[in-house]
């Protein structure tokens, strides 16, 4: 079965793109599989960490049963907000450096398209952070869908 992969972080602007995800696997006749990714331990002390996971290691659950305990239960209530929650969704936590991993994964999984959002950033918060959707879109060979977060669907202001 084809699939379309979203890669969530938990945030407002990765529900819009799993809402998308679903969509598009609408058009695309295949099922939709949820990667969420924690960055490595290493990463926390560089600022380049989402930080939800972050609070996740900073909270000393680094103890990997724990770590995923907690992550399955913010996931169940994420996926729980979707506009269908009983349509079939695989899910997969992945450590590693977040870009890399979902392409990696994408891969792996013969995706017909990545879903994401970005988090807006701009100018020095840019370049000191980074930006996973950029390096995402950098290293694919797959269609990514992006989604910022000021033109979410529902959201005043968006399209």
Do not use: C, W
Not at 15 to 22: E, G, S, Y
């Amino acid at each position: 079965m084809k699939t379309v992969l979203a890669a969530v972080d938990f945030s407002e602007g990765s529900f819009a793109a799993l809402q998308f995800a679903d969509e598009m696997a609408r058009v695309y006749d295949s099922d939709v599989t949820v990667l969420h990714v924690v960055p490595r331990s290493t990463q926390v002390q560089d600022g380049g960490i989402d930080p939800k996971a972050a609070e996740l290691l900073m909270d000393g659950l680094l103890n990997e049963g724990k770590l995923v305990t907690n992550l399955q239960e913010q996931l169940e209530l994420f996926l729980a907000r979707a506009p269908d929650p009983r349509r079939p969704r695989r899910v997969i936590f992945r450590a590693g450096t977040p870009a890399a991993t979902i392409v990696k994964t994408a891969t792996a999984l013969d995706a017909v398209m990545i879903v994401m959002s970005t988090h807006g950033r701009r100018g020095l918060e840019r370049l000191v952070l980074g930006s996973v959707t950029g390096e995402v879109v950098k290293l694919a060979r797959l269609p990514v869908l992006t989604l910022r977060p000021d033109v979410v669907p529902g959201k005043k202001g968006g399209r």
